[in-house]
């Protein structure tokens, strides 16, 4: 390591030792000579690849692969051979190190996973690179788990570190997070790190929201506390009266991205919000003994505190398909308040707060007749297997059957099969095999005839019809959910699109000889204009007839053997929604200033994104559309995360200039008791007279006394219209008005 000298002061070196020293002392597992050898060896390797690089906040670079080996030991629960390779998994893609040489000092299964690790190079070859590099790691993990959760721990580092980055690639970084990481991280039931993923985002794209929440649990910790103790106190002696002892029973807050899940969905306040935090009861029990005693310490709950039937959810005798087991129930607490219990065994709590690494641990305990992680396994190499190469596409099916909650049906000869909530007897019938489901016929659900699409409820006991002469056809993509049937339809019906598409590619060479174009350069122009992903789509489309090739190619003329698309300068429109009861509606004053990339945006075509009305103050981001010019959307719009996560790389930087006199339209949603026909009148009066706003239109919608209102509003900025969101709440019979996003 003589090179090193060089490059790290001795107090840097010093702190990389240390950091190292630490890293070893978190693992939890045993382990030999050989490995602690095996991890020194990576150390040296890492710390010499990286000497010449640092990381934006200035620190040795060195030390983010350390730090990573750390969490996959202390967080994950990780041993020596993914601390080798969490230690190395930047040195292939960043430094002169090659996989080869990786292979030569660790052999092939380190080289294997590093290799994983190692993001694909410059090829631009998909629209997303990011699901590209996605997709490989997947392709991994039905290898070797562990690449998946170095890779978790990698970006879990990457997010605590974020500070020091420029506020796009915050952005960027964090809707790339929330859209695949997030998910995944549930999935793998690596409670935790989603949790902390959750927040991390949260406070990079709603960083005032996420203050505020923050500042109130602060300011109410004290009264919480006295609540769990009152709470627990009972608990606590009834327990021991029963002979219980090893057990542990606490509070347990609740994260700040799920109470602001909870203010958006339930739309109250803050102070509305009962449970903040759950009781755990943890018990240390023999395997066997576990269901026994989690029932026993319920019925011992339910004798103190009064429990509401329809919230208990035992997944303790079914566990969810990540591999969740508790015993969960909410009770009416002290004061009338509902507080949630959780009951489960110090092996279940573990397997809660880890998962996944947690799970093999555990694994061959008991006789797993139904192991969930190798079912999911094999889903995940079924949708690889099947898949059409389309990276975006296969990251979309993954997260359909990532993000739902499950159902347990039957097959008629009882036999459990776990399909994700929403799924239909379709999918049904392509989880049993791909054959069924090609040919299925008919489904009976409970012994009745049902469509399709059916959504399948838990205990429907399913069986499936099928005729060789049948096929799948476009409209099975609309009645399936999961990703293997997505996928086995899809590249079912790519094969006859394809023999079909033939005519069409036909008819277009015909065409393209007339004009004496060649064809192989035009016909990825005409995929562009339609923004097909393949040809395959256009030939299609012209055989089916759904494309006029003779009036597409109108738009286009002749320059140089190259069809050239005639380009219109197209006015600007404003949208103007029709409105029942619309009133005055004033002039839209031209645009408000902003700045993009640090520099002046009138440069650009740029609009306002009607998706979430941004108005000056708000927090907002650029970006680039492929037709439309440049958009500027808020970072909380619900669109954000997918450019962010897919179009990264459009995505710009956006500001405003604070000297502006425009208009902006917010959209309020009003809800409240309906007092009689006054109520129009008398919130139209508040905002036009008493805060003197204009109106640009006015829903009202409402029955049983209760309305709903949306008022579309020209205000200033972020701040007036914030004043007029408190204003008009406290008017009478108001109960919420809240910013439509
Ligand atoms: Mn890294």
């Not at 002392?25 to 602690?36: A, G, M, P, Q």
């Not at 809707?175 to 993923?197: C, F, V």
Request: with cysteine.
């Amino acid at each position: 390591m003589q090179n090193t000298i060089v490059t790290y002061t001795p107090e840097e070196m010093k702190d990389i030792r240390q950091a190292y020293d630490e890293m070893i002392l978190c693992i939890k597992s045993k382990f030999s000579e050989e490995d602690e050898r095996q991890m020194f060896r990576a150390f040296e390797i890492a710390v010499d690849a990286h000497k010449e690089q640092r990381r934006k906040s200035g620190e040795p670079y060195v030390l983010h692969p350390i730090e990573v080996a750390r969490i996959c030991a202390a967080e994950i629960g990780l041993g020596p051979t993914a601390i080798v390779c969490a230690l190395l998994h930047d040195v292939v893609e960043d430094t002169p190190i090659t996989l080869k040489e990786i292979r030569q000092e660790f052999g092939d299964k380190f080289a294997m996973i590093v290799d994983g690790l190692t993001k694909l190079d410059g090829l631009h070859k998909s629209t997303s690179q990011q699901a590209e590099n996605f997709k490989k790691v997947l392709t991994t993990l039905a290898d070797d788990v562990r690449v998946v959760l170095i890779k978790m721990a990698d970006r879990l580092h990457n997010m605590r570190t974020l500070g020091a980055m420029p506020r796009h690639k915050q952005l960027k970084i964090a809707a790339e997070t929330s859209y695949i990481y997030t998910p995944l991280a549930h999935r793998l039931g690596l409670y935790q790190i989603k949790t902390e993923y959750q927040d991390l985002c949260m406070k990079i794209t709603n960083r005032e929201t996420y203050s505020e929440i923050a500042r109130k649990l602060q300011e109410t910790k004290r009264a919480r506390t006295a609540f769990v103790e009152s709470f627990i106190q009972p608990l606590d002696d009834a327990l021991k009266n029963a002979g219980f002892e090893n057990y542990k029973i606490f509070g347990r807050p609740k994260s700040i991205y799920s109470i602001w899940n909870k203010v958006k969905q339930k739309k109250v306040t803050f102070e509305e919000i009962y449970d903040l935090f759950a009781i755990r009861i943890v018990l240390d029990v023999p395997r066997a003994q576990e269901k026994q005693k989690c029932w026993q310490v319920y019925s011992i709950v339910t004798d103190v505190h009064t429990p509401i039937p329809e919230r208990l959810r035992d997944w303790v005798t079914t566990p969810k398909s990540n591999g969740y087991e508790s015993l969960h129930t909410t009770v009416i607490g002290p004061d009338g308040r509902y507080v949630e219990v959780q009951i489960r065994s110090v092996r279940m709590d573990e397997i809660a707060e880890r998962g996944f690494a947690a799970h093999w641990k555990y694994k061959g305990g008991k006789d797993d007749s139904y192991n969930v992680f190798d079912a999911w396994l094999n889903n995940v190499r079924d949708i690889l297997d099947t898949g059409d190469g389309d990276a975006v596409q296969f990251i979309e099916d993954f997260k359909t059957n990532l993000f739902n909650e499950e159902v347990y049906v039957y097959t008629p000869k009882g036999d459990l099969k776990i399909l994700p909530k929403g799924a239909t007897a379709l999918d049904f019938a392509f989880s049993i095999h791909t054959d069924i489901g090609y040919h299925c016929q008919a489904l009976k659900v409970n012994k009745k005839l049902v469509p399709m699409g059916y959504k399948l409820n838990s205990g429907d006991q399913v069986s499936v019809i099928t005729n060789k002469n049948q096929k799948p056809s476009e409209a099975w993509l609309k009645m399936v959910v999961t990703g293997r049937a997505r996928s086995k339809i899809r590249s079912s019906m790519k094969e006859e699109k394809r023999k079909q598409g033939e005519f069409g590619k036909e008819a277009l060479q015909r065409k393209f000889k007339n004009l004496k174009i060649d064809f192989e350069e035009n016909v990825e122009i005409l995929v562009k204009y339609f923004g097909f992903q393949s040809r395959v789509d256009l030939f299609y489309g012209i055989s089916i007839d759904e494309i006029n090739i003779n009036n597409v190619l109108k738009n286009f003329t002749v320059e140089n053997n190259k069809l050239v698309e005639i380009i219109e300068e197209v006015e600007e429109v404003v949208p103007t929604p029709a409105s029942p009861r619309r009133s005055r509606k004033p002039k839209y004053e031209g645009k408000p200033k902003l700045r993009v990339g640090g520099q002046d945006a009138d440069q650009y075509n740029y609009q306002l994104a009607t998706c979430c009305h941004p108005v000056q103050g708000d927090d907002v981001f650029a970006y680039l559309t492929a037709t439309a010019g440049m958009k500027i959307h808020r970072t909380s719009c619900p669109n954000a995360t997918h450019l962010m996560a897919h179009y990264g790389y459009r995505v710009m930087k956006a500001e405003w200039v604070s000297t502006t006199n425009t208009n902006f339209i917010a959209e309020l949603l009003i809800v409240g008791i309906d007092s009689g026909p006054g109520v129009i009148q008398q919130l139209s009066n508040k905002i036009s007279n008493s805060l003197g706003l204009n109106i640009r239109s006015f829903y009202i919608d409402g029955n049983e006394g209760y309305f709903e209102g949306r008022v579309s509003l020209l205000i200033k900025n972020k701040d007036q219209l914030e004043i007029a969101i408190r204003a008009l709440k406290e008017e009478e019979g108001i109960s919420s008005v809240t910013r439509i996003d």
